[in-house]
């Protein structure tokens, strides 16, 4: 395992400017996420030009690309512009030498056979380009339940998933036991949440994400990727964001 950075992280300054801090920050490996009303990379400009954003990226500092976090928002999947873009994120992945690549699942309320649909293809594309699809456990969509989480990887072999704790602590069941995703788990997204509503980002130690759990459950299956620090930059934060950022990164080390 090692500690990663997402670009989420500076999600506000420019993408050069970000980047840069997450090496001030002593990371040598980051997370790239294209988010499509985002201030960096957009998924729908990188996928239409990989080579372009490919020459951006090498422009910065010598960081490592760990994964592709990639949020279109919503989009129509059966358009074939989606479908090329997305292909061109993959080859920008591939170029990077990067394994995993993330996506969001479809609403709540999606029929699982409605996303095995939309996914297959998805999952088929990714591996041709020896890129692992994983979908990111997130409140708002399907993955918001373990059990559903874990039909669809089974459904679809090759397809994996990002964990991300804090979103069962936020979601509709905070106590939801979710032990049986981490045998799926090709990232991990981190950062430190507490249990009532606007507690989803806090300062490190003041949550109830079990760091040293989890690391250990990961453990168990085998797991040798990232631990990517994923504090979400935004105006409202409670606390400082390179503070946090450098505090999560210490400690995540120390478990490893």
């Given at each position: 395992m090692?500690?990663?950075?997402?670009?989420?992280?500076?999600?506000?300054?420019?993408?050069?400017t970000a980047l840069r801090q997450i090496a001030e920050l002593e990371f040598d490996k980051f997370e790239l996420a294209l988010v499509e009303n985002g201030q960096h990379l957009r998924p729908s400009e990188a996928?239409?030009?990989?080579?372009?954003?490919?020459?951006?990226?090498?422009?910065?500092?010598?960081?490592?690309?760990?994964?592709?976090?990639?949020?279109?928002?919503?989009v129509d999947w059966s358009d074939p512009v989606t479908r090329r873009r997305?292909?061109?994120?993959?080859?920008?992945?591939?170029?990077l030498s990067v394994a995993v690549v993330t996506l969001h699942a479809?609403?709540?309320?999606?029929?699982?056979?409605?996303?095995?649909?939309?996914?297959?293809?998805?999952?088929?594309?990714?591996?041709?380009?020896?890129?692992?699809?994983?979908?990111?456990?997130?409140?708002?969509?399907?993955t918001a339940d373990p059990q559903v989480a874990v039909e669809l990887c089974q459904l679809m072999p090759g397809l994996g998933l990002t964990v991300d704790p804090s979103h069962f602590l936020q979601g509709q069941n905070p106590t939801v036991?979710?032990?049986?995703?981490?045998?799926?788990a090709q990232n991990v997204h981190l950062r430190d949440t507490g249990l009532l509503p606007g507690e989803f980002q806090v300062r490190v130690g003041q949550g109830q994400i079990?760091?040293?759990?989890?690391?250990?459950?990961?453990?168990?299956?085998?797991?040798?990727?990232?631990?990517?620090?994923?504090?979400?930059?935004?105006?409202?934060?409670?606390?400082?964001?390179e503070v946090e950022v450098r505090k999560?990164?210490?400690l995540l080390e120390t478990l490893i």
């Open positions: 090692f500690v990663a950075c997402s670009t989420l992280c500076f999600a506000r300054e420019p993408l050069e996928g239409d030009n990989p080579e372009l954003a490919l020459q951006r990226l090498r422009r910065g500092p010598a960081l490592i690309p760990s994964s592709l976090h990639i949020d279109f928002g919503a997305f292909d061109g994120l993959c080859r920008l992945a591939k170029s479809s609403p709540l309320g999606t029929p699982v056979s409605e996303e095995v649909r939309r996914l297959a293809p998805l999952v088929k594309s990714a591996m041709c380009d020896g890129l692992v699809l994983a979908l990111l456990t997130h409140a708002e969509t399907l036991d979710f032990d049986a995703v981490f045998p799926y079990e760091y040293a759990r989890i690391v250990t459950m990961l453990q168990r299956y085998g797991y040798n990727r990232s631990l990517t620090v994923a504090i979400i930059d935004r105006p409202d934060n409670p606390f400082d964001r999560l990164k210490l």
